[in-house]
């Protein structure tokens, strides 16, 4: 109590002091906020200064028209460069690949794209025949026959209900006759058609090291892509060159 007295009745005492210092005929300035007990009001300065609605030049617009031109001016010495779009356009130029690499990496993996199956006009699908042909996808080889399904990596470059063509073909069979490529044959080739792109059951991938407080837990879904074979071809002439020779 008899400290909170004595705040109180500081602010007179000092007041009091620098009216018998100062003449009469001098203004006498007012006590600065700190020694004052009830809460400041906030003044136009202050307002001004830490209001959050305060602009600051950079965000105000051109007035005269001066930073416009000054804008245009560095536009025109640089060219029309924008910064934003030649990121983006940089972007376009390195993810994407033209239709010819396209094409030729698909030819590496072992496939080939047609076109679009249209299911109300045509129908791929032949009847079943007694031989099997030995296709490879990539670094994989599936031995097929007319109306089997196989699930292969995902190929990139194919889409749902695409006609493929398999021209790397290892071997062809039939009831009487086996025929081996060298290391493939050149006139056989497996039609087939993508059915769906799917993701194959999760592997889980632990590792520890003992005594070292080490323990990672990964899981993985391969992603593949289901075919549907549609024709073999190559066997009538396979037979033909085998019983000439």
């Not at 009091?16 to 001098?26: A, D, E, V, Y």
């Not at 030649?86 to 993810?95: A, D, L, P, T, W």
């Not at 069979?173 to 081996?180: A, D, R």
């Amino acid at each position: 109590m008899a400290t909170r007295r004595c705040l109180a009745a500081l602010p007179l005492h000092l007041r009091s002091i620098l009216l018998s210092s100062r003449p009469h005929k001098t203004p006498i300035p007012p006590l600065p906020s700190y020694f004052s007990l009830s809460s400041p009001t906030p003044t136009r300065s202050s307002t001004s200064l830490f209001s959050p609605l305060r602009h600051f030049s950079s965000s105000l617009p051109p007035t005269d028209g001066s930073d416009g031109e000054e804008d245009d001016e560095d536009g025109e010495e640089n060219g029309g460069w924008d910064e934003h779009d030649n990121m983006g356009s940089r972007r376009i130029v390195q993810s994407g690949k033209s239709e010819e690499e396209k094409r030729k990496e698909a030819e590496e993996i072992g496939y080939k794209v047609v076109g679009p199956l249209d299911p109300f006009s045509e129908n791929p699908f032949k009847l079943y025949e007694p031989a099997f042909a030995v296709v490879q996808i990539g670094s994989h080889q599936f031995k097929v026959s007319n109306g089997d399904s196989i699930f292969t990596e995902k190929l990139k470059y194919c889409d749902v209900n695409d006609k493929l063509v398999l021209k790397k073909v290892l071997m062809l069979g039939t009831k009487s006759e086996t025929i081996i490529g060298r290391p493939v044959l050149v006139d056989a080739s497996v039609h087939a058609v993508v059915e769906e792109h799917a993701l194959d059951a999760k592997v889980i991938i632990f590792k520890k090291k003992r005594r070292k407080n080490y323990r990672r837990t990964k899981g993985h879904r391969q992603e593949l892509t289901k075919l549907r074979i549609t024709d073999i071809q190559g066997i009538a002439k396979s037979e033909a060159l085998a019983a000439a020779a």
